[in-house]
C-alpha cells in the first residue's frame, strides 16, 4: 500500500504537495478577510497571520505524510532488473498491481552513461553504477537470475524481434543479421561478436544486456545487495512465493510468455560452437562461481 501511494518514489511527493501549499496560501490571501472573523473570536489574526497560518498547516500535514510514507517504504521489496531475465514479466505483473518497478518507476526513466562511453537506460544499470535517484538505496533487493547459456540465447532471439536490433547490430557492430535468421550460425556469429566486444572493453553495448548478472546480485565489495535471488528456472513459483510471503497481491500469470520464446524454437544452448561455449565461460565465469550454474550444457 505504501508503495502504491507513492509510486514514483518519495521525491515526487515533493511537487504536489508544494502545489497544495501554494494553493492554500493563495487561498489564504484571497479569503483572508473572511477567514480572519471565523477562525478568531476577538480578531486577533491579522490578515496575514491568516494565510500564514494556512501554509505553516499544510507545511505540518504534507511533510509529515512524506517522512510517515518515506518509514513506511523503508524495508519494501525492490527490483533489480536483470536484462533477459524476465524483468519486463516482473515490471508488467507488478504494475497491474498498482506497483512501479524498474522501468514503471519515475526515477529510472532516461538513460546513464557508462564508462566505456555507451549508455544504457537506468533500469538496465547496475545498482554499483547507478547514478542520481537511487531506489536501491532502501528496501529489500529481490532479482531474477540465469543460466548464462540460456541467457545468451534469449539476448540473439529477443533482438531479432526488437524494433532497435538493426540500429543495435550497426552501431555495436555485433551482426545480427549477417546470417540467416534463427539459424546455428547466427546464433554463434552474433554471441561471438558481442562477447569479443565486451573482452575489448565495451562492456555497456546493446543497453548494458551482456552484463555479467554478479554485477546486479553484489556490490563492489562483494555484499550481496539482492535480499533474494530467485532463479529464472523456478518461474513462476518462485516469485509468487515471494510474493506472498511479503504480503504482495502481484502474481507472475500470463505476464512470464514475455521472454520471446516462440522467436526460433529450434535454437538452444546446445547449438553453441565449441568457441562460443568457451567465450561464454570465460565472460560469465564469476556468475557460473557465484550464481552456482552448471558450466555443461
Given at each position: ?192 561478436s558481442a562477447l569479443k566486444s565486451y573482452r575489448k572493453g565495451s562492456r555497456y553495448i546493446d543497453d548494458c544486456h ?88
Amino acid at each position: 500500500m505504501c508503495q502504491r501511494l507513492a509510486p514514483g518514489g518519495l521525491l515526487v511527493l515533493i511537487v504536489p504537495l508544494t502545489f497544495f501549499g501554494l494553493t492554500l496560501l493563495l487561498w489564504g490571501l484571497v479569503g483572508g478577510p473572511k477567514l480572519e472573523s471565523r477562525l478568531s473570536l476577538h480578531g486577533s489574526l491579522s490578515y496575514w497571520q491568516t494565510p500564514c497560518a494556512c501554509v505553516a498547516a499544510s507545511f505540518l500535514l504534507s511533510w509529515g505524510l512524506y517522512f510517515a510514507l518515506r518509514g513506511c517504504i523503508h524495508g519494501q521489496l525492490v527490483f533489480v532488473h536483470i536484462p533477459k531475465n524476465a524483468g519486463t514479466s516482473v515490471e508488467l505483473a507488478g504494475i497491474v498491481s498498482g506497483i512501479n518497478w524498474g522501468s514503471m518507476h519515475l526515477h529510472f526513466a532516461g538513460y546513464q552513461k557508462m564508462p566505456d562511453g555507451n549508455t544504457c537506460s537506468r533500469y538496465h544499470v547496475p545498482p554499483r553504477h547507478l547514478h542520481g535517484p537511487n531506489p536501491y538505496s532502501s528496501g529489500n533487493l529481490f532479482c531474477l537470475v540465469r543460466n548464462p547459456f540460456d541467457r545468451a540465447v534469449s539476448e540473439y532471439k529477443y533482438l531479432l524481434t526488437a524494433n532497435w536490433g538493426q540500429q543495435y547490430s550497426e552501431t555495436f557492430s555485433t551482426g545480427l543479421f549477417e546470417h540467416p535468421r534463427c539459424s546455428t550460425e547466427g546464433l554463434n556469429h552474433f554471441v561471438e561478436s558481442a562477447l569479443k566486444s565486451y573482452r575489448k572493453g565495451s562492456r555497456y553495448i546493446d543497453d548494458c544486456h551482456h552484463v555479467p548478472q554478479v554485477e546486479f546480485v553484489y556490490g563492489e565489495d562483494g555484499s550481496q545487495l539482492c535480499n533474494d535471488v530467485l532463479r529464472f528456472e523456478e518461474l513462476p513459483l518462485a516469485f509468487d512465493n515471494l510474493m506472498q510471503e511479503h504480503g504482495y497481491p502481484v502474481r507472475l500469470g500470463s505476464f512470464r510468455d514475455g521472454d520471446s520464446s516462440a522467436t526460433c524454437k529450434n535454437l538452444s544452448s546446445s547449438d553453441f560452437s565449441a568457441e562460443t561455449r568457451q567465450l561464454i565461460l570465460e565472460v560469465y565465469k564469476d556468475d557460473f562461481r557465484l550464481l552456482n550454474y552448471s558450466t555443461t550444457m
